[in-house]
């Protein structure tokens, strides 16, 4: 750390990253840990096997709730976002593992969250159904203005505490939740299915969802890299009503 911080390196985003880093994933691989309750050893076959012939068998799983073949694959994403995101992100135990950056082993950096223009400021309607409609100019100009300055204030107190010689974990006290942070998060399908089940707003959903729309952004994009990575399965998750099985 530097004895004296330049406001002009602080940084300003109004997106999410979100990254795969590896997997293991794959449609044949809901077919064999399916066949192998009447095939027993002989289901590894189907790793040799071309899945489209049995997107039937997919499809019934799903249909049917048979959900433990959906858990034999992984995916690992590195997501960069707000601290609000991850809190939220957080509450998916079941078939997640995470690991995040530490504000108590590194000095956190100056990247903070301002919505977007086309981001919908109103909240309008009760708990359990509500609806966002666009802001208007003046109320764009006041969170825009109102989110910078807050951050520039809290992270210029964060780092005089720090060249003071406060311990990190303490001086990290002052930072907002605006703050972007960064992790690896780690799944199987049926987690997946889940997430996505509640965090993205769909018409052809069975049930309906109102998440945030900060963390729908990370939901879209996850959703984006596992459709390519298991096209039958998330067509079964589709015509099914968005319901993880």
Known sequence: MSDTFDESEIRFR???????????????????AARVSTAGEKSLDELQKDPERSKGLINYLMRDKHGSPFEHNSMTFFVSAPIFVFREFHRHRVGWSYNEESGRYRELQPVFYVPAEDRKLVQQGKPGAYDFVDGTAEQFKIVGESTRESYRQ?????????????????ARTTLPVGLYSSMYATCNARSLMHFLGLRTRRDDAAYPSFPQREIEMVAEKLEAAWAELMPLTYAAFNMNGRVAP
Do not use: I
Not at 14 to 32: F, I, M, R, Y
């Open 14 to 32: 109004s997106d999410v990253t979100v990254e795969l880093v590896k997997h293991s994933a794959g449609d044949q691989d809901v077919l064999w």
């Open 154 to 170: 809290a992270y210029r107190a964060y780092q005089e505490m720090l060249a003071a010689g406060v311990a990190r974990e303490v």
